[in-house]
């Protein structure tokens, strides 16, 4: 029984990344370690911005903006094993003024291993203060239920 909320409807498509696990990310038994699914689920959220054109450090560098998870809830259903290859989704399910909300997933192939909502709130990066995100960020996310 899945204890993270069911994602209602998304803005946009998913986003997919791959990613294959390797020694570092295992315990001595060959099992991933818990705390690498919350790197591979960052990377992806990563690599999601990137698909938008947004490269964190430019947007720290020219805007004085970063991205912080202040909130987090993590199932670990099944476990991922050394040399498998992992997708990873980003679905936005909220972008708001100041804070957007993930539905994230880790699956082997078919197998979902991991189910997670992240909520990652935008700072301004010399202050660690809440702002809005960027007016053109907020209209890019929410250009892709347009897609």
Not at 21 to 43: C, K, N, P, Q
Not at 98 to 124: D, I, N, P
Request: charged share 20%.
């Amino acid at each position: 029984m899945s204890r993270v909320a069911a994602p209602g409807p998304g803005i946009g498509p998913p986003f997919m990344h791959s990613c294959r696990v390797y020694w570092e990310d295992t315990d001595a038994g060959g099992v991933v370690y818990h705390a690498s699914y919350i790197r591979f689920l960052e990377r992806a959220r990563s690599e999601w911005l990137r698909s938008l054109g947004v490269a964190q450090g430019e947007l720290r560098e020219r805007e004085d903006v970063l991205f912080a998870v202040c909130g987090m809830q993590v199932d670990f259903l099944a476990p991922a094993r050394l040399d498998d290859v992992l997708s990873v989704s980003v679905l936005v399910t909220r972008a708001r003024l100041a804070s957007m909300v993930f539905a994230q997933q880790v699956c082997c192939g078919e197998r979902v291993l991991v189910e997670a909502t992240v909520r990652a709130a935008c700072l301004t990066a010399s202050t660690f203060r809440s702002r809005p995100l960027p007016a053109w960020l907020l209209q890019t996310i929410h250009s892709l239920d347009k897609a």
